[in-house]
């Protein structure tokens, strides 16, 4: 298998360059033929020539693959993209600002916690089961998050009073 790399990875590599627009999408494909290649190495031939044919047809029925999975993945993005051009973004002020990085200094789990509750609209114990755990360890989370909200917006008391209320639209809109 090796040898077979190093004398058909070139020629193979420059097969997916001239069938992609990127260098990077022609290194995946390259991997995921070899990949493909060592998964079936069973049925490798065992002629040179004959070997360096099958490793083609490999390369095509991964290329084919590769051009449906994007057809398809473009396909169902399409949709999303339209509600994206539609989309409504409010502006961003600088109490925004200050919401958005208070909330990015918390540690990972309260992080995620506070922003499922206060970004999300989630209540309490659908975020607890979102990130799989028990509700008294998100009622903890939840509580020692808001204290250090406080603390960091204490220059803003308008958008620490607005995290007392879970799920609040204020708390959302001043958290977006």
Do not use: C
Not at 43 to 57: I, N, R, V
Not at 125 to 131: F, K, N, R, S, Y
């Amino acid at each position: 298998m090796t040898l077979l790399h190093e004398t058909i990875a070139p020629e193979l590599l420059r097969y997916f360059l001239r069938r992609t627009t990127e260098p990077a999408d022609a290194a995946d494909l390259l991997a995921e033929a070899f990949l493909v290649a060592w998964r079936r190495i069973r049925d490798l031939p065992t002629d040179d020539h004959e070997a360096k044919l099958w490793m083609y047809g490999v390369a095509g029925r991964v290329h084919g693959n590769w051009v449906r999975g994007r057809r398809r993945a473009e396909r169902l993005a399409a949709p999303l993209r339209a509600q994206l051009q539609n989309a409504v973004v409010p502006p961003v002020d600088d109490e925004a600002l200050d919401v958005r990085a208070a909330v990015a200094a918390l540690p990972n789990d309260q992080r995620e916690l506070i922003m499922l509750v206060y970004w999300d609209g989630l209540p309490v114990p659908d975020a607890a089961a979102a990130l799989s755990i028990s509700l008294t360890t998100a009622r903890g989370r939840v509580h020692r998050a808001k204290r250090v909200l406080r603390g960091a917006l204490a220059d803003a008391p308008q958008s620490a009073a607005e995290f007392d209320r879970p799920g609040s639209p204020a708390a959302v809109r001043t958290a977006d």
